[in-house]
């Protein structure tokens, strides 16, 4: 009997003990599911009971400073499966062949999509609404639609560069869309419904639908009518001169905004999978290029800041120069002989700028460099800005502030450049550039306002003011008169570089021809630069190819923003009494184009004579007069010989004094010269039908920019 209860004893104790380690075992068992591995655990069983939908956001309106709308969002449906349920269904072939040629999608990639181990897969994006209702009708099981937006530009390829480009993702990938994508974007939404093991919603359970946010409107500084001026004459030049690239900037000198930005070539931003990714390139902030004479604005800057020059300082330019081994010429090595400060900007005399450079010293240039911004991203509001390449100043060396002075050795980008010479014009103030002015949700709240910044004073009002005459100068008598634009005063600069080879060095034929300039020149409302990457053709020179093209923007610009016209009427209304204008070269000109050039200047004539051409006038060209006062022209009667018959001017832009001789003496008309260089402008105008034997007054102008 004790052997019995001893043994029933031991096999209470075993079995208490076994109760009590499988006790533990689920107590620890419980505690793990429950407590370590919970969450984990309540997030798979809610993916497998639920379906989440996600509902995208509508990015936000991009319109232009006056509410044009630039880059909108529509809608549209996107198919997505969801594969328990097609699975469930036991459909999945079915669907796969119906769907497919609906989508234009391979059936087996298809097929193996819809039936992947996930909650949720997209099959296609944003596809168009007659597919949409074929899907619908088909009523697939584990197939759906769901309402997403897209970027949609209506504009087309206007102002591509700016605007960027939006992926299916609702995402911006480039250009503003990017650099604003955490405003413009907005917050995604999505739909929760509850399902049962067969995967039927479950009509008591769980339904949530969380609303997205749409993004905020962007108001830009670009004007819709400036940028479509910007392009259409970019166009013309991009075409007609076959170049590589070509980029045009439009900005407010006074406040830093950008209204017009263009590059080409250019893309569609609704189709830009069309196009190579190349020319999706910002080249007007991205591309680094030596800006050749344009530079030299920056240079006479520091120059006429420091004192070292006055506007009458003497220089002489034999043609070249030496700066310890090497040789620095002019175009051709042309000498330009004795000339002064204003007239060493006019002629763009790498001679003479070469002498101001070394004359200024490295210490002193590179302190304007920096002041200038050069070296250094702007900060506009764009993705992908470069820096530009500065030699650095511990290794300079004396040749490299000569080529520095005169456009070579630095490269900058277009933007750099924009606004150095913006800072030249706006009184001396550098100026942060931008293209957002203000960020706007969907009620109406301003959201963001961006103001014009001043990052700092570079040179004094008093300079900025001295060297505007100066570069008006250029335009009415220097390498710069292709960019005079009747009836507004105009100030500028020409720029012919050599490209930089991919070995070092320079390409033998290959330039950048750019112009920079603004008006009006004694109070800027714009400043637009011009560049054109290897234009084809000769003349390739900045005032040949893209002078025109910043006249001819400018022009219809001004006119589109009522800037009154300088001339008779408004002249002193125009400008204060103070200011100084500069009075143009009209001898040798026909009696209506001089006096026509004077008052655009807002001078008055006073005629001496009853001749045909004006063969001397006081004061002489370059003198600077208050508007309003007289300059008096002197006439002369010319011999025209009339040889009989009728005769039509040809066109003798382009062409050298030789040509141009041969071609008229050929006709039986007289030339009367004025100049050197190629014909830039005559009279009377090409087409117009004259007399033989009759004179035409032909100007001429330096090929050098």
């Given at each position: 009997m004790q052997t019995t209860s001893l043994m029933v004893r031991k096999r209470i104790a075993t079995l208490f003990l076994l109760f009590t380690l499988g006790f533990f075992?689920?107590?620890?068992?419980?505690?793990?599911?429950?407590?370590?591995?919970?969450?984990?655990?309540?997030?798979?069983?809610?993916?497998?009971?639920?379906?989440?939908?996600?509902?995208?956001?509508?990015?936000?309106?991009?319109?232009?400073?006056?509410?044009?709308?630039?880059?909108?969002?529509?809608?549209?449906?996107?198919?997505?499966?969801?594969?328990?349920?097609?699975?469930?269904?036991?459909?999945?072939?079915?669907?796969?062949?119906?769907l497919a040629p609906l989508l234009g999608m391979d059936e087996t990639k298809l097929y193996e999509?819809?039936?992947?181990?996930?909650?949720?897969?997209?099959?296609k994006r944003q596809i168009e609404p007659e597919i949409s209702q074929q899907i619908r009708d088909l009523d697939l099981p584990g197939i759906g639609?769901?309402?997403?937006?897209?970027?949609?530009?209506?504009?087309?390829?206007?102002?591509?560069?700016?605007?960027?480009?939006?992926?299916?993702?609702?995402?911006?990938?480039?250009?503003?869309?990017?650099?604003?994508?955490?405003?413009?974007?907005?917050?995604?939404?999505?739909?929760?419904?509850?399902?049962?093991?067969?995967?039927?919603?479950?009509?008591?359970?769980?339904?949530?639908?969380?609303?997205?946010?749409?993004?905020?409107?962007?108001?830009?500084?670009?004007?819709?009518?400036?940028?479509?001026?910007?392009?259409?004459?970019?166009?013309?030049?991009?075409?007609?001169?076959?170049?590589?690239?070509?980029?045009?900037?439009?900005?407010?000198?006074a406040t830093g905004e950008i209204l017009a930005l263009a590059n080409r070539p250019t893309?569609?931003?609704?189709?830009?999978?069309?196009?190579?990714?190349?020319?999706?390139?910002?080249w007007a902030i991205s591309n680094a290029y030596e800006p050749g004479s344009t530079m030299k604005i920056t240079t006479a800057s520091m120059a006429l800041q420091e004192a070292i020059v006055n506007e009458n300082t003497p220089f002489f330019c034999s043609g070249s120069t030496k700066v310890g081994k090497e040789t620095i010429g002019c175009t051709d090595h042309r000498a330009h002989g004795q000339q002064t400060f204003a007239q060493i900007v006019e002629n763009s005399c790498n001679v003479s700028f070469v002498q101001v450079g070394l004359t200024l010293g490295m210490e002193k240039y590179y302190h304007y460099l920096n002041g200038f911004g050069f070296g250094q991203p702007t900060g506009i509001d764009l993705p992908g800005e470069a820096a530009g390449i500065l030699v650095p100043q511990e290794r300079a060396k004396q040749i490299d502030l000569a080529t520095m002075s005169m456009g070579q050795a630095n490269a900058v980008t277009p933007i750099q450049l924009c606004n150095a010479v913006a800072a030249v014009a706006n009184g001396g103030k550098l100026m942060k550039p931008y293209l957002v002015k203000q960020v706007v949700d969907q009620n109406g709240n301003v959201l963001q306002q961006n103001e014009p910044t001043v990052v700092r004073q570079v040179i004094s009002e008093e300079?900025?003011?001295?060297?505007?005459?100066?570069?008006?100068?250029?335009?009415?008598?220097?390498?710069?008169?292709?960019?005079?634009?009747?009836?507004?005063?105009?100030?500028?600069?020409?720029?012919?570089?050599?490209?930089?080879?991919p070995g070092g060095g320079y390409l033998s034929n290959e330039y950048v021809a750019s112009f920079i300039g603004y008006a009006p020149a004694h109070k800027p409302r714009l400043l637009c630069i011009v560049a054109v990457d290897a234009p084809q053709g000769y003349p390739y020179y900045g005032g040949w190819v893209a002078a025109p093209v910043f006249k001819n923007i400018m022009q219809d610009a001004l006119r589109y923003l009522e800037e009154p016209m300088y001339k008779d009427g408004n002249a002193e209304q125009t400008l204060p009494q103070e200011e100084m204008v500069v009075v143009p070269d009209v001898v040798n000109l026909p009696l209506e184009e001089a006096t026509a050039a004077l008052r655009a200047r807002g001078l008055q004539a006073k005629v001496n004579g009853s001749g045909n051409v004006v063969w001397q006038q006081t004061p002489k060209a370059n003198t600077k007069l208050k508007p309003g006062q007289q300059v008096i022209i002197d006439m002369s009667e010319v011999d025209k010989a009339n040889h009989g018959g009728a005769v039509t001017v040809p066109d003798l832009q382009g062409k050298s004094m030789r040509e141009v001789a041969k071609i008229l003496a050929d006709l039986g008309l007289h030339l009367m010269p004025e100049g050197y260089g190629l014909a830039y402008q005559q009279s009377p105008e090409p087409g117009k039908v004259i007399s033989g034997g009759s004179t035409i007054t032909v100007k001429f102008q330096p090929v050098g920019e």
């Open positions: 075992f689920l107590g620890g068992r419980m505690f793990w599911v429950q407590f370590v591995r919970g969450a984990e655990l309540s997030e798979k069983a809610a993916q497998n009971r639920t379906r989440d939908v996600p509902v995208e956001s509508k990015r936000g309106i991009i319109s232009d400073r006056n509410g044009h709308d630039l880059a909108i969002s529509v809608s549209a449906d996107s198919v997505y499966a969801i594969p328990a349920e097609v699975l469930a269904s036991k459909r999945e072939q079915e669907v796969a062949q119906k999509r819809i039936t992947r181990q996930s909650s949720y897969e997209w099959i639609l769901t309402e997403e937006s897209r970027r949609y530009y209506p504009k087309g390829s206007l102002a591509a560069h700016v605007l960027g480009i939006s992926g299916v993702d609702n995402t911006g990938l480039e250009g503003i869309d990017y650099f604003y994508n955490d405003l413009v974007g907005g917050q995604k939404g999505r739909i929760v419904i509850e399902h049962d093991a067969a995967n039927r919603p479950i009509p008591e359970a769980t339904h949530q639908y969380v609303p997205p946010v749409d993004g905020a409107n962007l108001v830009l500084t670009i004007d819709e009518t400036i940028q479509y001026i910007a392009e259409r004459e970019l166009d013309k030049v991009f075409k007609e001169r076959q170049a590589k690239a070509a980029t045009v900037i439009v900005m407010d000198p893309f569609d931003p609704n189709n830009f999978a069309d196009y190579p990714a190349s020319n999706r390139r910002n300079t900025s003011k001295r060297l505007s005459m100066i570069l008006e100068g250029e335009v009415i008598n220097g390498t710069g008169k292709n960019a005079y634009i009747e009836g507004y005063r105009a100030g500028g600069k020409t720029g012919t570089a050599q490209k930089i080879a």
